[in-house]
Nanobody, 112 residues
Framework: QVQLVESGGGLVQPGGSLRLSCTSS?????MGWYRQAPGKKREMVAH???????NYAASVQGRFTISRDAASNTVYLELNNLKPEDTAVYYC?????????WGQGTQVNVSS
């Protein structure tokens, strides 16, 4: 059973920054971050393929950055210039040799 531990969420003012992290108990192949706001469907925020190709939702392009530290099996999401509409629960997603797994979610609140 693969274990994922997310951290880094919190309350931040508009224009602020956060860094989310997700550490896996096993080697990560490809990875991503999704988010779900109240009353809305879960949506893809950022994706990093096994070959290093990134994709971002149009709403976060230029503000968010996904990256990884292969040595520690950790995937990061850097969130900059945050907006109130970025408020959501953020989930990491990883593809491993053992299958696909989701993190437990971390809450991000953007409010003044």
């Amino acid at each position: 059973q693969v274990q994922l531990v997310e951290s880094g969420g919190g309350l931040v003012q508009p224009g602020g920054s956060l860094r989310l992290s997700c550490t896996s108990s096993t080697t990560i192949w490809s990875m991503g971050w999704y988010r779900q706001a109240p009353g809305k469907k879960r949506e893809m925020v950022a994706h990093l393929s096994r070959g290093g190709i990134t994709n971002y939702a149009a709403s976060v392009q230029g503000r968010f950055t996904i990256s990884r530290d292969a040595a520690s099996n950790t995937v990061y999401l850097e969130l900059n210039n945050l907006k109130p509409e970025d408020t959501a629960v953020y989930y990491c997603w990883v593809d491993t040799a053992a299958g696909v797994y989701w993190g437990q979610g971390t809450q991000v609140n953007v409010s003044s």
